[in-house]
């Protein structure tokens, strides 16, 4: 790769006014520059000392962010947390019996409404007499 002069002191740009950016990004680069290409990937040994310290703070700080990710996500599934509060159940179900279930929960789900709109016919003759 070929980096212009001082390529390693330009920021990484984006567009803070993105609905779809993650409040705790947008905090994160509203506070700190995030440059776009790190001084070693250049192979440009020469930045000033305060360009090298940055650049470093900001490849600790990442590798720490995606440490923190790493324990979170053992921990999570180590206590369950990313699995449903049925799957020891419905991890050993068959094929048939995943059928079964789903067409009982479709019939379920008509009788409900059945009964919903009953309900609300009935409520509609006591407020018309």
Same mark, same amino acid.
């Given at each position: ?73 053992? /921990?999570? =599934? /180590? /206590? ?8 020891? @159940?419905? =991890? /050993?179900?068959? =094929? ?9 929960? @479709? ?23």
């Amino acid at each position: 790769h070929e980096y212009a002069i001082g390529e390693e002191l330009k920021c990484e740009e984006v567009d803070m006014s993105d609905p779809k950016l993650d409040p705790l990004e947008w905090s994160v680069r509203k506070a700190i520059s995030i440059p776009r290409v790190y001084y070693w990937e250049t192979e440009n040994y020469s930045v000033s000392l305060r360009t090298k310290v940055w650049h470093r703070t900001i490849q600790t700080m990442g590798i720490t962010l995606k440490c923190a990710e790493k324990m979170g996500e053992v /921990f999570t =599934d /180590f /206590f369950g947390l990313n699995s449903s509060r049925y799957s020891d @159940v419905t =991890d /050993f179900m068959t =094929d048939e019996e995943w059928k079964e279930a789903k067409e009982r929960a @479709v019939d379920d789900k008509a009788k409900r409404n059945a009964y919903l709109q009953d309900q609300a016919v009935k409520k509609n003759k006591i407020n018309v007499v």
